[in-house]
């Protein structure tokens, strides 16, 4: 079954420690994107792709970082995790084509950094 | 600046009846409008969409209305359910792929 898969769903994590959130999709999407989204607030974009090797900012200023080597594959990585960084994560990603506009959501991550 | 609102926070409706969630822009270079639901700890599901050349389109119990003059876009779900208890995001977009969403309207549907 097509899908898309985040790992891990929650994190618990102390300040300073690097950490990776994963994401992959069996759709053969070539567009893929991160949000960060807090209670009661709006998804906002943090980073996107459109194939490999792409990677772009969103709107959103994040200090992560992210990459994409393979087309199913876009993890997001942050080198020193902060409070600040407390927020759920959710990956996404939708075909490559004009007038496509919806995009499917994994089921996110929750990190909470101590 | 907010180009997609979500004005109310949260609905209660009772089961059976209509459920109307609203979402206002203020960017006229949007012309794609999405809605999606989600619930606790899970993903946001894409439920309906409508293209602005459109200002109606219709999915089983879900219909989605677009006003363009108002720059104003409805969801109406009729008959509510307890499952259609969830927070319904509205998104907008316009020549590029990227998504706006508003804040999110909590919906509950009690018996």
């Known amino acids: 079954e097509a899908d898309i898969y985040q790992t891990p769903r929650y994190l618990v994590i102390g300040t300073g420690k690097k950490i990776t959130l994963e994401c992959s999709q069996t759709?053969?999407?070539?567009?893929m994107y991160w949000y960060q989204q807090d209670p009661g607030m709006e998804l906002h974009l943090i980073h996107y792709?459109?194939?490999?090797?792409?990677?772009e900012k969103g709107d959103l200023s994040s200090e992560s970082t992210v990459s994409r080597i393979r087309t199913e594959h876009f993890p997001l990585t942050l080198e020193s995790a902060r409070p600040s960084h407390t927020s759920q994560y959710l990956c996404?990603?939708?075909?490559f084509g004009t007038g496509v506009h919806e995009q499917y959501f994994g089921p996110g991550t929750r990190l909470t950094v101590t | 600046d907010q180009q997609v609102k979500q004005n109310s926070p949260s609905l209660s409706v009772q089961e059976g009846r209509i459920s109307i969630l609203n979402c206002d822009y203020t960017?006229?270079?949007?012309?794609?409008f999405l809605w999606y639901k989600k619930y606790p700890a899970e993903g946001p599901t894409f439920l309906i969409s409508i293209s602005s050349i459109k200002d109606k389109n219709e999915d089983g119990r879900f219909t989605v209305f677009l006003n363009k003059s108002a720059k104003h876009l409805s969801l109406h779900i009729v008959p509510s359910q307890p499952g259609d208890s969830a927070v319904y995001f509205c998104?907008?977009?316009?020549?590029?792929?990227?998504?706006?969403f508003g804040t999110g309207t909590r919906l509950q549907v009690f018996p």
């Open positions: 998104a907008a977009s316009g020549h590029t792929d990227k998504l706006i």
């Open positions: 792709s459109y194939g490999v090797n792409s990677t």
């Open positions: 996404a990603s939708s075909e």
């Open positions: 759709m053969g999407h070539d567009k």
């Open positions: 960017n006229s270079m949007f012309d794609y």
